[in-house]
């Protein structure tokens, strides 16, 4: 699976818009990717995946440029409750492909 | 409806001893997933089961781990002779099939003393 690469950190406050993008250079043409985010003393929750252009759901956006050698996740009007570790995973067609492979993951902290 | 669930939620156990954690995936979900989460980290693949069979287990780190889905549904994670170093949390995921999403269960933190 191709290797990810994001920032650790990011701070935020509320109603902002943030973007966490992830780099991804050694993608796949048959590669997805998939965003995952995760609260403390939870598990990861499925938020966004896409395989090109923009993708768009009730939580987030999913931008993927042409050459899909990153991508930016976007959270619109960040909340408190936004403050979580957001994780960029890039696998095959489905983006669940067997195992996931988690990086560190962008720690997003959103302050009043 | 009910998510995947993961008892006990917290276990300390001492060093040397054997400890058995549980996993009750979404019902119907044929794919049930392992992680282990260190401080800080991302969680890492430990071992998948598709129905009761164990179809890789690459990433669990010695054959002190140990894993079983006898039914195709519950699953258990057992850890023989604990070490310091296995201290983690503990996921368990469950999805439909191989290339659906994973739900995530709120993991076991285990603390060996």
């Known amino acids: 699976l191709a290797k990810t690469t994001q920032p650790i950190s990011m701070d935020s406050y509320e109603g902002q818009e943030v973007n966490i993008t992830c780099s991804h250079n050694?993608?796949?043409?048959?590669?997805?990717i998939t965003w995952y985010q995760q609260f403390p003393s939870q598990g990861p929750r499925f938020i966004i995946q896409?395989?090109?252009t923009k993708v768009t759901n009730e939580v987030a956006s999913l931008f993927i440029p042409a050459d899909r050698k990153s991508s930016t996740l976007s959270l619109p009007r960040v909340s408190l409750s936004d403050t979580a570790v957001y994780y960029c995973l890039v696998g095959r067609e489905g983006g669940s492909q067997g195992n996931l492979i988690f990086g560190k993951g962008t720690k997003l902290s959103v302050k009043p | 409806g009910a998510g995947v669930s993961q008892s006990p939620r917290y276990k300390v156990a001492k060093r040397g001893q054997d400890v058995a954690l549980r996993c009750d995936p979404i019902?119907?979900?044929?794919?049930l997933f392992w992680y282990q989460q260190a401080l800080g980290q991302g969680p890492e693949f430990l071992t998948y089961?598709?129905?009761?069979?164990?179809?890789?287990k690459s990433g669990l780190p010695s054959d002190r781990f140990f894993a079983e889905r006898p039914e195709g549904s519950v699953s258990t994670l057992k850890i023989q002779r604990t070490q310091q170093e296995d201290s983690a949390v503990y996921l368990c995921a469950s999805s439909p099939g191989m290339n659906y999403e994973q739900y995530f269960g709120p993991g076991t933190r285990l603390t060996v003393t």
């Open positions: 896409g395989y090109k």
């Open positions: 050694n993608i796949a043409t048959n590669d997805y």
């Open positions: 019902s119907g979900h044929v794919s």
């Open positions: 089961f598709q129905n009761e069979a164990q179809l890789d």
